[in-house]
């Protein structure tokens, strides 16, 4: 659940299998969950006293939103890159997934500050509902299949903000061995691995529709548990200069795909 | 100086070469050091009012602190493991090198908590003085030399406490290409890096008097110059896990040196 010693309780989801009867679940922090099990420890039949305020409201209209630049010569060729807008509620998601967000609209910054004109249409897609339901996720997708679009390869950012180690690759073998000779291009000093399997949790449905090629930005891992759906996942737990070289690597990424095709 | 976005100060060294002025210097924030920039960017003649209260006071003693395993089967053969004690004064030296004692003491009880025998005599050094002079680990290396004491090898932490990214090694080929071999033992998940080059400031005395080979572990970078040798450089800017993680791989080098020789 997490490495932190502290006492937050992180979020996630409940599933229930009807073959078992549907007991209650919350999240705990792992000081309390010791003190729990300590206490059932030494006496089993012990009652606890749980008060939850937790309701599932009704749905309510939310929206991706979407930022692109048009391209020159293959403006029909998409190129999507992203993060979830939506966090859990104790906390406002700086890690899951502000940094996402921020690294992708990030890399529509850069290239237009530098004066890039890219050949293929880069998309910015800030998805809505990733935590909950994934329906911006599968909304975009359904709408890529519908109008037709093609789309040729998507990037996400949802595995926080932290110094990046390399990319994970869901694509054909032949479309990765070509993204590895970039290799030397995208982290010209210390180990970097662009490796099979990865994604992200709002392109999935785009691969899994249109068969587009994914890639998922792979940050060192060690810290991500301490914020994951947590109270403790704030904007001052995300270094600077950790999101920075994340935000470069990915538009290192995408100007290559977009300059050489996939 | 750093990437951070705050004013600390970094303390440091001054230099004088006796063909220029000796101006006096001292440690500003970035921030103040725009806002004079910006100052004197409009105005060549400004005056500037500095007053510093750091003075150098006389010698005190200080003590190398040293803790050992004595060897069962080559007990003169000794690998010393090291950080050092000493901080700059602006704030603990949490990261430089609380992280590098810790690490050290931290392989010393892990592999008495298993229970592990080593071969050769292990022993941990938390050096004095090496941020104004280097003479803990001068002192030590001149001791080794009177004493005529084998050194097989010697290990530092001495660069943060971040996720450890692998080992710098100052050592002769053919020792490399064996510790090389060991890799996959070293860290079985992600990448890993066993490089040319490397040790620490504690213990190049012990290389250049002994000829002893050296390696210094190497912590991800990229928030070191937050922290370094400034006020910021507290406990809580440490984490627990990567802490551990940088003591777990010193532990498994140090175990495999002593198991296979060097």
Redesign the interface.
Known sequence: MT???DNNPHTGGTNYNDSFPKIPALAVGIQDADKLAAAIGKNSNITLFIRSNAKMLADTIGHNVIGEIKGTEFPDEIITIGGHLDSWDPAEGAHDDGAGCVHSIEVLRALKAIGYKPKRTIRVVLFVNEENGLRGGNKYAEEAKAKNEKHLFALESDEGGF?P??FGFTMPKEKLQKVRQWLPLLMPY????LNEGGGGADIGPLNRALGTPLAGLSP?S??YF?FHHARSDVFEAV????LE?GAVNMAALIYLVDKYGL
Chains 1, 2 share one sequence.
Not at 190 to 193: L, Q, R
């Open positions: 490495h932190a010693a110094t180690r390399g210390g180990t970097f691995e060192d060690q810290r301490d270094n600077k200069r950790e070289l």
